[in-house]
């Protein structure tokens, strides 16, 4: 194997209704057939994706936006969330009436009882609303949080967090991971492991949370679905995802 394709999940490997389209699924296995070797980079955490994983048979992964990196189900690199910055940002979003909801690889734990933005943005992901637990960041490894507030309200943290990186997901919510983490840097750590060049790596995107990693491989593809901006940022565009957007990408790539 001497190259390396990643796949983002939600409206790239997953469609608009959350389902692995047959193409996709056809596609990464003549893929792996080919002798090319398969990653997925996410925003979600691993217990988001553990299905999609077996259904696939993937066992390497950058998660949490690039904060967690697996290499054929081995952790090798970690980068939480600084406990004190996580205090600060509660104590200020508490202020402004903006739930959190703190992750690690296990679960998921809201600070507060009953938010309607976080049932909002979860249920766009198919997952059920995280349990009630405010001091769950206390004690444990946090390598994202969500914040949950609208547009109007991201300069305000980002001006009063500067170690903080902001990535809006959905339009209630906003992605926290560490300032300097993103997909790009979690598959740095992956292709040190396995020796290959960034010249040598594809990545499929199709959210701003993949802009970096599509601007840092060796060739950046942007799903049709993709925003404006994400496609600006990538060496080619393929299908909308629910238009064979995975099997066409690497059939005009001549990977499969």
């Given at each position: 194997?001497?190259?390396?394709?990643?796949?983002?999940?939600?409206?790239?490997?997953?469609?608009?209704?959350?389902?692995?389209?047959?193409?996709?699924?056809?596609?990464?296995?003549?893929?792996?057939?080919?002798?090319?070797?398969?990653?997925?980079?996410?925003?979600?955490?691993?217990?988001?994706?553990?299905?999609?994983?077996?259904?696939?048979?993937?066992?390497?992964?950058?998660?949490?936006?690039?904060?967690?990196?697996?290499?054929?189900?081995?952790?090798?690199?970690?980068?939480?969330?600084?406990?004190?910055?996580?205090?600060?940002?509660?104590?200020?979003?508490?202020?402004?009436?903006?739930?959190?909801?703190?992750?690690?690889?296990?679960?998921?734990?809201?600070?507060?009882?009953?938010?309607?933005?976080?049932?909002?943005?979860?249920?766009?992901?198919?997952?059920?609303?995280?349990?009630?637990?405010?001091?769950?960041?206390?004690?444990?490894?946090?390598?994202?949080?969500?914040?949950?507030?609208?547009?109007?309200?991201?300069?305000?943290?980002r001006d009063h967090f500067p170690e903080i990186l902001f990535i809006r997901w959905h339009e209630l919510s906003m992605d926290v991971i560490p300032?300097?983490?993103?997909?790009?840097?979690?598959?740095?750590?992956?292709?040190?492991?396995?020796?290959?060049?960034?010249?040598?790596?594809?990545?499929?995107?199709?959210?701003?949370?993949?802009?970096?990693?599509?601007?840092?491989?060796?060739?950046?593809?942007?799903?049709?679905?993709?925003?404006?901006?994400?496609?600006?940022?990538?060496?080619?565009?393929?299908?909308?995802?629910?238009?064979?957007?995975?099997?066409?990408?690497?059939?005009?790539?001549?990977?499969?």
């Open positions: 194997m001497n190259k390396i394709v990643f796949f983002d999940i939600d409206g790239t490997l997953l469609d608009h209704d959350k389902n692995l389209p047959a193409s996709t699924k056809e596609a990464i296995f003549e893929l792996k057939k080919n002798g090319v070797y398969v990653a997925i980079a996410t925003g979600r955490a691993p217990f988001m994706f553990e299905h999609i994983r077996k259904d696939l048979e993937i066992e390497s992964y950058v998660c949490f936006n690039g904060q967690y990196v697996v290499f054929e189900n081995e952790v090798i690199y970690k980068n939480p969330l600084k406990t004190n910055l996580l205090e600060s940002l509660v104590n200020i979003s508490k202020s402004r009436q903006h739930p959190l909801v703190f992750l690690n690889e296990k679960t998921m734990k809201a600070n507060v009882q009953y938010d309607e933005s976080i049932v909002t943005s979860m249920e766009s992901l198919k997952l059920m609303k995280p349990e009630y637990d405010p001091d769950f960041y206390k004690d444990k490894e946090i390598y994202q949080s969500l914040l949950f507030c609208e547009e109007k309200d991201e300069n305000y943290y300032k300097g983490g993103s997909k790009a840097e979690g598959i740095k750590k992956m292709i040190e492991r396995l020796g290959f060049k960034l010249s040598d790596v594809f990545a499929f995107g199709d959210g701003l949370n993949d802009i970096e990693m599509l601007s840092t491989v060796g060739t950046g593809v942007a799903m049709g679905n993709a925003t404006d901006i994400v496609k600006q940022n990538a060496d080619m565009i393929t299908n909308d995802v629910a238009e064979d957007g995975i099997f066409n990408g690497l059939k005009k790539l001549h990977l499969i």
